[in-house]
């Protein structure tokens, strides 16, 4: 569990280690908690915005908390209903007209990504001859990573490719 300790007043250093050593704290356990913090965002997510940076602390925690309660983090559709019953569990109630009223913020894409759609979609046009062709995300059409295809590559295959280039 992630543990902190609030406000409790003005403490004497004894109370204080106390505490600390009651509840395991240590600047180990602190360092490795911000490592994994790390390591989450920069490691699953893409384009984060620090608008939003509780959330994605608040969604660390929630999945942090459920693997030490279940020894392992939620990987089946069991685990999946267990949450979806734990949320449902906290009576918050969502109206039609609270939703209505809810605003869809979605992040601007980068210039770089604009230029790159741009260029795509030129080579497409070219390729099909067809000059009313427009692409965009909602056309289901999947990216090429390059990143994940090498990195799922065997060291052989890639200093195969190293060599030839």
């Not at 000059?131 to 195969?160: I, T």
Request: glycine share 4%; aromatic share 14%.
């Amino acid at each position: 569990m992630i543990y902190y300790i609030s406000n409790r007043g003005v403490k004497t250093y004894n109370e204080f280690a106390g505490l600390k050593t009651l509840n395991s704290l240590s600047l180990a356990r602190v360092n490795e908690l911000h490592a994994d913090i790390k390591n989450y965002i920069y490691g699953h997510m893409v384009n984060v915005s620090t608008k939003y940076l509780q959330d994605y602390i608040g969604f660390f925690t929630y999945i942090r908390n459920w693997r030490v309660t279940n020894g392992n983090y939620p990987s089946s559709m069991k685990d999946t209903e267990q949450i979806l019953i734990d949320i449902l569990k906290l009576k918050v109630k969502y109206t039609v007209a609270d939703i209505n009223k809810k605003e869809l913020v979605l992040p601007m894409p980068s210039t770089r990504y604009i230029g790159i759609l741009k260029a795509q979609t030129e080579k497409i046009r070219i390729a099909t001859s067809n000059k009313y062709f427009k692409f965009d995300e909602e056309d289901g059409v999947k990216s090429f990573n390059r990143r994940e295809y090498l990195l799922d590559q065997p060291k052989s295959k890639l200093y195969a490719i190293c060599k030839n280039y």
